[in-house]
């Protein structure tokens, strides 16, 4: 078990992540992030590292890919946009990571809310599964059903919304949430001068939404912009457009809108065109769906930026929990990936045409 | 321009001396003096205009299941039935499989009708052929066609990709004709036709019949799966009327597409005094409960009383009181 360290090969591709983030968290600096998105090119990167090691420990002559493994990965169903992109992008780092390692069992499982995840969680645990990857609906709910998980010894990472009891995941995989809020909020001050009108829709009243609300209030603190309107959009492009639709009809003058996700932009977009508003100068929106970052890169003065918040972070977090057990890669800790700003000038890295998200 | 729509069968009804069928239309109106002591705008003639267009896909939606719910069924598939039908219809537009703009668009719609058609058939065939509760049958439905949208989309949403096409179709939500909005009209032509099968044809007598009691029914020589079954085809109909509008509005189709709208159809239904157990029908009414519930929403974004955390029980807390006041001038 201790040839890597032999090798040395253990500490290269992920030199950066583990404890030291976390420490560095704690102290309240920003942490290490090297690639915002694990997009295809630097996941082909990874992948190449990662063949390499593979290739290594054949060399040593034991067949540890061969080891049985049961992974069990746990996430809601695709009832919006980004969720609709984490399962595509479980789906096909499933086929991706069972086809490097042979001995590798991924059950890849989708429940529509917090109860049914607690059940197939416990579904799941039944079948004898040594890791799980789970993105659970909701942090409160789920901390418990998942504490009993690690109980049975399993490895347990958490993608996305941290749990209640931070001290249950081996590993914690997450995009940042203040940093959206805030990236979006000082985006807007700049470019309004710092002062102005503006609408926030919010997403449903979950933790990551708090954090990014707190993230915007900072990200605009100092400034003269007011915000007029908070309203909750439901990650829904039909009940974005119906608050846009009403924010329009109450205040006569809005500087920007900032709707921190891009499925609910695609509403307010058609809002605002409908209404015909000349007032408003320009949307933030956030996630990275296609379409939006398409319209970053073409120039578009209604978009003119997008906040990184990438569904693969997912794909992210299968790949180190199989790594743990096949390559003996130290990666308990934290990885948080950067909240990006997509401007016209790096729109092209962040832009998957095949994706259906 | 909503004044006129509720205003008119309200008077009519009137002649009838039946204060039940008005109910709905005093909820409205008391919804109205409420909305612009709210708010100034809530009067402007946009914000209303806005309401009452985007009404429109619950609204259509409602007037199928009052033929259901007036039979004695229920059909929760509804909400799903329309992503299904929005996925499909674009899926195919998107092949371009017709020469022509117009033609396109034409023969799209006419596949989502049909699409609709046999989805109600469907449900209608399985509920009276299989013998099993609607409840049951259209809840399993309610999955499968969120299931086969969500298949269709790959999990991410199913978008119209000509712009071009998009812009040809985008007037049938966004245009009017003299400063009607086009799907206003779409709400009042569904509305005059469900009314008139409804109230003015055998069709529409046996509906109400079965709804009342079966067994009568079929001892009277209907046949009783045959209107059922009707109901639930009128219902994919409608559903697919609901998607013609529906997809110019943003051109896509997404997870989220009819989420919930089959409750949103019941409680329509309901308020507009159509009686869950059967029997009983009333269209306008389920025109006017569409446009409360669109309304509740719209006048809580304008106020700034209520915390957006409290919204819902607000939104819950005026339905029950719409209710209240109806049963209230029925007694009378």
């Known amino acids: 078990m201790k040839r890597f360290s032999d090798t040395g090969a253990g500490i290269v591709p992920y030199g950066h992540t583990g404890t030291v983030v976390e420490e560095r968290r704690r102290k309240g600096r920003p942490p290490f992030v090297r690639e915002a998105f694990l997009g295809r090119e630097n996941m082909k990167n990874i992948l190449m590292g990662l063949a390499a090691l593979a290739l290594a420990s054949a060399a040593t002559g034991v067949q540890a890919q061969d080891r049985q493994v049961n992974m069990a990965v746990s996430i809601p169903a695709a009832d919006h946009g980004w969720t609709g992109g984490v399962v595509y992008h479980a789906e096909r780092a499933k086929k991706t990571l069972e086809a490097r390692y042979p001995g590798l069992k991924i059950t890849v499982k989708t429940s529509p809310d917090g109860a049914s995840q607690a059940?197939?969680?416990?579904?799941?645990?039944?079948?004898?599964?040594?890791?799980?990857?789970?993105?659970?609906?909701?942090?409160?709910?789920?901390?418990?059903?998942?504490?009993?998980?690690?109980?049975?010894?399993?490895?347990?990472?958490?993608?996305?919304?941290?749990?209640?009891?931070?001290?249950?995941?081996?590993?914690?995989?997450?995009?940042?949430?203040?940093?959206?809020?805030?990236?979006?909020?000082?985006?807007?001050?700049?470019?309004?001068?710092?002062?102005?009108?503006?609408?926030?829709?919010?997403?449903?009243?979950?933790?990551i939404d708090e954090?990014?609300?707190?993230?915007?209030?900072?990200?605009?603190?100092?400034?003269?912009?007011?915000?007029?309107?908070?309203?909750?959009?439901?990650?829904?492009?039909?009940?974005?457009?119906?608050?846009?639709?009403?924010?329009?009809?109450?205040?006569?003058?809005?500087?920007?809108?900032?709707?921190?996700?891009?499925?609910?932009?695609?509403?307010?977009?058609?809002?605002?065109?409908?209404?015909?508003?000349?007032?408003?100068?320009?949307?933030?929106?956030?996630?990275?769906?296609?379409?939006?970052?398409?319209?970053?890169?073409?120039?578009?003065?209604?978009?003119?930026?997008?906040?990184?918040?990438?569904?693969?972070?997912?794909?992210?977090?299968?790949?180190?929990?199989?790594?743990?057990?096949?390559?003996?890669?130290?990666?308990?800790?934290?990885?948080?990936?950067?909240?990006t700003l997509v401007t016209k000038e790096n729109a092209k890295e962040f832009y998957f045409p095949d994706s259906p998200f | 321009m909503s004044n006129t729509t509720a205003a008119q069968p309200a008077k009519r009804s009137l002649g009838d001396i039946d204060l039940r069928a008005v109910a709905p239309f005093v909820a409205l109106a008391v919804l109205f003096v409420f909305g612009a002591m709210v708010n100034p705008n809530f009067l402007g003639l946009d914000n209303l205009t806005n309401v009452v267009t985007r009404s429109a896909f619950i609204a259509i939606i409602a007037i199928g299941a009052t033929?259901?719910?007036?039979?004695?069924?229920?059909?929760?598939?509804?909400?799903?039935?329309?992503?299904?039908?929005?996925?499909?219809?674009?899926?195919?537009?998107?092949?371009?499989?017709?020469?022509?703009?117009?033609?396109?668009?034409?023969?799209?719609?006419?596949?989502?009708?049909?699409?609709?058609?046999?989805?109600?058939?469907?449900?209608?065939?399985?509920?009276?052929?299989?013998?099993?509760?609607?409840?049951?049958?259209?809840?399993?439905?309610?999955?499968?066609?969120?299931?086969?949208t969500i298949y269709l989309a790959e999990g991410g949403s199913i978008a119209m990709k000509s712009q071009e096409l998009r812009a040809a179709y985008r007037p049938i939500y966004f245009g009017n004709v003299l400063g009607v909005p086009i799907p206003v009209i779409v709400i009042l032509v569904v509305a005059i036709l469900g009314a008139?099968?409804?109230?003015?044809?055998?069709?529409?007598?046996?509906?109400?019949?079965?709804?009342?009691?079966?067994?009568?029914?079929?001892?009277?020589?209907?046949?009783?799966?045959?209107?059922?079954?009707?109901?639930?085809?009128?219902?994919?109909?409608?559903?697919?009327?609901?998607?013609?509008?529906?997809?110019?509005?943003?051109?896509?189709?997404?997870?989220?597409?009819?989420?919930?709208?089959?409750?949103?159809?019941?409680?329509?239904v309901v308020i507009g005094g159509t009686a869950l157990r059967g029997g009983v029908g009333r269209i306008w009414g389920t025109i006017c409960g569409a446009l409360i519930l669109e309304l509740v929403g719209n006048i809580m974004v304008l106020s700034d009383m209520v915390s957006e955390y409290l919204i819902g029980a607000v939104q819950g807390a005026i339905i029950i009181i719409a209710m209240l006041i109806q049963r209230s001038l029925g007694r009378r």
Not at chain 1, 247 to 274: N, P, R, S
Not at chain 2, 68 to 82: C, Q
Not at chain 2, 86 to 114: E, K, P, Q, R
Request: glycine content about 10%.
């Open chain 2, 196 to 268: 008139f099968i409804l109230y003015r044809t055998r069709f529409g007598r046996h509906v109400m019949a079965v709804g009342s009691n079966e067994e009568v029914a079929r001892y009277s020589g209907i046949s009783v799966n045959r209107v059922r079954t009707l109901t639930y085809v009128i219902q994919g109909i409608c559903v697919a009327i609901a998607v013609l509008v529906y997809v110019p509005r943003l051109g896509a189709a997404t997870p989220t597409t009819g989420l919930l709208w089959e409750l949103q159809a019941i409680t329509a």
């Open chain 2, 67 to 148: 033929f259901v719910i007036s039979a004695g069924g229920l059909d929760l598939s509804v909400g799903s039935m329309a992503a299904f039908v929005a996925g499909t219809m674009i899926l195919f537009l998107n092949t371009g499989a017709v020469a022509g703009d117009s033609g396109m668009i034409a023969a799209a719609m006419c596949l989502a009708l049909a699409t609709g058609a046999l989805c109600g058939l469907a449900n209608g065939l399985i509920t009276t052929l299989g013998r099993i509760e609607p409840f049951i049958v259209t809840l399993g439905t309610m999955g499968i066609f969120r299931a086969l």
């Open chain 1, 119 to 207: 059940n197939a969680l416990e579904d799941l645990t039944a079948q004898g599964i040594d890791a799980l990857v789970t993105l659970p609906h909701n942090s409160d709910e789920l901390t418990d059903p998942i504490r009993q998980v690690k109980e049975k010894g399993i490895f347990v990472t958490v993608v996305d919304r941290a749990l209640s009891d931070q001290t249950i995941q081996d590993l914690y995989v997450a995009g940042n949430n203040p940093e959206l809020g805030r990236v979006a909020g000082e985006y807007i001050k700049k470019e309004l001068g710092g002062k102005g009108d503006v609408v926030v829709i919010r997403g449903l009243p979950i933790v």
């Open chain 1, 211 to 339: 954090e990014r609300q707190k993230g915007f209030d900072e990200g605009i603190k100092g400034s003269d912009i007011k915000v007029l309107d908070r309203q909750f959009g439901n990650w829904s492009r039909d009940d974005a457009f119906k608050v846009m639709q009403d924010y329009l009809a109450k205040y006569k003058k809005i500087d920007a809108v900032w709707c921190q996700d891009d499925d609910m932009a695609v509403g307010v977009l058609e809002a605002i065109q409908q209404a015909d508003r000349k007032d408003i100068k320009f949307v933030v929106g956030g996630a990275g769906m296609k379409e939006m970052i398409k319209r970053v890169a073409d120039g578009d003065t209604m978009i003119p930026v997008d906040v990184l918040y990438p569904p693969a972070m997912i794909a992210t977090a299968m790949e180190l929990t199989a790594s743990n057990f096949y390559d003996q890669i130290p990666i308990r800790g934290s990885y948080i990936l950067d909240a």
